[in-house]
């Protein structure tokens, strides 16, 4: 080169030897050097995984308190090496992206939380962001019955039993439901043909002559989307 500037050079994304030297303002060559050089212009590829409870609803990844959010980055190799991955940021509900592997959900308030993530490699490649929202569920669905009473008696040709309950969930508008009555104790004439278990439905009416005589109970069990 001749004078103070050099040129700027942007070697092809693979393998190059730089050859280069200076001449004075009298012509004195200097003897050419080499470097060997590598590019690594390509961005790092964040995925995100998770290992534990999960359900995608109206767009959110809902998970439980037993889930966990792990961020996995690879870094291409375009045919000449890469620099490998430098570090992966994660930013929850805002906050300033932070270097993480991966994130327990058992730390998060009960709720959606927006989240971003990119990687950035020993370059300084950084990739573009990555948003997705999550979901903390971890509160079972409450479950309330209504009827039959506890110690209410029924008699065969009297009133039929009235199955009635309910169920909600802060997140999950159609929990899975399970109800059945539960034979506890039989107090009377043999089964013969009938069982000491029956599933029943909400809002459901059982005349009592189709049920054994003795002890039963309503058990109802409910479950969320994770």
């Known amino acids: 080169t001749r004078g103070r500037t050099a040129p700027s050079l942007r070697p092809p994304e693979r393998p190059a030897t730089i050859h280069f030297g200076s001449v004075d303002r009298v012509g004195n060559q200097e003897v050419l050097a080499s470097t060997a050089v590598v590019l690594d212009a390509t961005p790092p590829e964040t995925s995100a995984a998770v290992e534990g409870p999960q359900a995608t609803q109206a767009g959110v ?71 997705r929202t999550i979901g903390l569920d ?44 539960h034979q506890l104790e039989d107090r009377g004439t043999p089964r013969g043909v009938r069982p000491g278990l029956v599933a029943v439905l909400a809002d459901q009416s059982i005349a009592p002559a189709d049920l054994d005589d003795g002890l039963w109970e309503l058990q109802v069990s409910a479950t969320d989307f994770v």
Not at 160 to 166: C, R
Not at 168 to 178: C, G, K, M
């Open 61 to 131: 990844l809902w998970l439980s308190a037993h889930s966990t959010l792990t961020l996995m980055a690879q870094d291409p190799d375009s045919g000449s090496g890469a620099s490998g991955v430098g570090a992966t940021l994660l930013s929850v509900d805002g906050s300033t992206p932070s270097a993480v592997g991966n994130l327990a959900m058992a730390g998060l308030a009960e709720g959606p939380h927006p989240l971003a993530f990119f990687s950035v490699d020993r370059v300084d490649n950084a990739e573009g962001r990555k948003e």
């Open 138 to 181: 971890a509160s079972a669905p409450s479950i309330a019955i209504a009827s039959p009473a506890a110690g209410a008696r029924y008699l065969t040709g009297g009133d039929p039993v009235a199955v009635v309950f309910s169920t909600a969930d802060a997140f999950d508008a159609e929990p899975a439901v399970s109800a059945r009555l």
